[in-house]
């Protein structure tokens, strides 16, 4: 019978619909997830047809049509994903380009959604990159919406070993460089609350990237 199959078909598609209501009357929703389970229900939609057209062909001509139009029905969906993004426009690769003495130094990302394309495809600076846990910042009042949960993701991959310690302490790091470059963008205040605050610490603007301020760091007093 081939009606279950295109029930449940059916119904997978039909969550990207409720999903775009849903994210026009309430509150935005992240989109992109629920295309997995709409993508399978594609698959049960065409199994259940082709079950269907299948059982009904008469004689091996209908079915031997029937099994060609399920062949390039299911490579139109299987190559139109991989087409389409071959077809766009590819982003370059996030990257922060520093020169000179500065080239070596580690750099601190106060946005976590920032550090990981960084971490994972810059070109020039992988594996500088530090994302610094400190609690008081990620509570300020200032601090933009969403910052408190990233520190708490951050602080879960910490705590199981992820990042091979590209995740630490803020007073950790502080204490163990001397000389360092922060991204520091006003919606994060770590860098307004934990580094400009304290003496001894000189600081000048080295930079921009995007919309944030690159700022060179240099502890001038004693080590911790």
Known sequence: ?????????????????????????????????????????????????????????????????????????????????????MAGVRSPAPDIVVSGELAELPIVIEDAHEFWPLEYYATRARGRFHYLIDWESARDERAARGAEQQAILMDLYRREGYLEGAVTDAAGFLCANRRFLVVDRPEFPLFERRIAPQ?????????????????????????C
Request: with cysteine; glycine share 10%; charged share 15%.
């Open 1 to 85: 019978d081939e009606r279950p199959p295109i029930a449940a078909g059916v119904a997978l598609i039909a969550v990207i619909p409720a999903v775009f209501v849903l994210s026009r009357l309430t509150t935005p929703v992240f989109l992109d997830r629920y295309l997995i389970p709409a993508a399978l229900g594609w698959v049960a939609l065409v199994s259940g047809v082709a079950q269907g057209s299948v059982r009904r062909a008469d004689g091996g001509r209908g079915r031997w049509l029937t099994g060609v139009l399920y062949a390039a029905t299911f490579a139109v969906i299987a190559c139109f994903p991989p087409l389409q993004a």
């Open 199 to 223: 003496q001894g610490y000189r600081v000048r603007g080295v930079g921009t990237y995007r919309d944030a301020t690159i700022r060179l760091v240099e502890r001038q007093g004693p080590t």
